[in-house]
């Protein structure tokens, strides 16, 4: 088998939790124990609730913050074991695209020298071929080369967030993870923008992460879907068995709550995530399980199966999910949507 792109072992990261006086009070585990393997040329999923620990475990891969334990792999190699000067020569390697496409554009840069700032940190070309350079990446992406020396406020929010895929692009990186890459824009435009990253990862052969809430999206784009609840996994497989025969309650009830998704026996989800500085013990999902018994507060079940992975003692004996004809839905919006934002490409021409 062939080295993956990225491999997370065993890795977990804590945060203080002070009180008005700054005192240490405990600890969030935000991601406690995660280990999933990404494939070179594939795209992996990572889905969960708000406060999962799915963006935290997007930026301890790329080692934007560091880990307190496990070991990040790279082509191989372990990404906690590079000093400062070898971290720097991989980060052109692995880009990160960040929800908020006002938030990650510096407003006193031109969006040429947005994206040419990557061009020159990592030394992709001369100088003198920036400019061509800047103009080839911005085709790329749908927006007319003539506008690079336009400021950042003077864009639309998919607009913006093509800018910043462009600057992602700049460094021709293997990897690109992308926290929640649409969900801040416009319906309409997501379904362009998801187009423009489909079409990315195929024709340059990237490796990319989507941490997501939007399951109709990673429905849609993902080869793999790894299921977060308070840190762990709790479910990972390929995506259309993880849609399909959901094992994990927790999977079901994510999919119950998403119009058209639902399985037969799936529960709802109900009840807030519980806190993540005092995590119920055993499965820390047990507090929200219909199917919670006493051996659930006991032992924390381990990630079980083969290809197709989930943590529940009782995922054999679960009743079966029944997958709903109107189960493809969530897909349906997006092809729908995809269908006649694409009319509507053609008809104005330049999207800019
Ligand atoms: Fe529910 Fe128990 Fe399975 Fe956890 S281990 S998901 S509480 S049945």
């Known amino acids: 088998m062939s080295t993956p792109l990225l491999e997370l072992r065993d890795v977990a990261k804590g945060f203080p939790v002070r009180d008005a006086l700054g005192r240490r009070r405990g600890a969030v585990r935000a991601v406690d124990g995660v280990s999933l393997v990404v494939p070179k040329g594939s795209v992996l999923a990572i889905v969960g609730e708000s406060g999962c620990g799915k963006s935290t475990l997007g930026r301890l891969a790329l080692r934007l913050i560091e880990a307190d334990q496990g070991q990040i792999m790279f082509e191989g190699e372990d990404l906690r074991g590079l000093s400062a000067r070898g971290l720097r020569a991989r980060r052109r390697d692995m880009q990160l695209i960040f929800q908020d496409p006002f938030a990650s554009l510096d407003p006193r840069m031109t969006v ?29 992406v749908g927006l007319r080369p003539e506008l690079a020396r336009r400021w950042p406020h003077e864009f639309s929010g998919g607009q913006r967030q093509r800018i910043a895929i462009a600057r992602a692009l700049a460094s021709q990186p293997k990897l690109i993870i992308g926290d929640e890459p649409v969900s801040a824009l416009d319906v309409s435009v997501q379904a362009q923008v998801v187009n423009l990253l489909q079409d990315l990862i195929r024709e340059l052969g990237l490796t990319f992460v ?59 989800l109900e009840g807030d995530i519980p806190s993540p500085i005092n995590p119920p013990s055993g499965c820390r999902f047990r507090t929200r399980c219909p199917y919670a018994q006493a051996l659930c507060a006991e032992q924390l079940p381990p990630l079980e199966g083969l290809g197709h992975v989930a943590a529940c003692h009782f995922q054999g004996s679960l009743p079966p999910a029944l997958a709903g004809q109107d189960v493809d839905t969530g897909g349906e919006r997006l092809r729908r949507l995809q269908a006649y934002f694409t009319d509507q490409t053609q008809k104005q021409g330049e999207l800019a």
Do not use: C, K, W
């Open 112 to 140: 040429e020298q947005a994206v040419a700032e990557p061009l020159r940190l990592h030394g992709i070309v001369p100088r003198a071929q920036e400019t061509q350079r800047v103009a080839e990446l911005l085709s790329r």
């Open 210 to 268: 989507l941490i997501s809430h939007d399951l109709g999206v990673v429905r849609h784009i993902a080869d793999r879907v790894a299921v977060m609840y308070l840190g762990r996994i709790v479910e990972e497989g390929p995506t259309a068995q993880v849609f399909g025969a959901p094992r994990h309650p927790y999977t079901r009830a994510l999919l119950a709550a998403v119009p058209g998704q639902g399985h037969a026996n799936a529960p709802l």
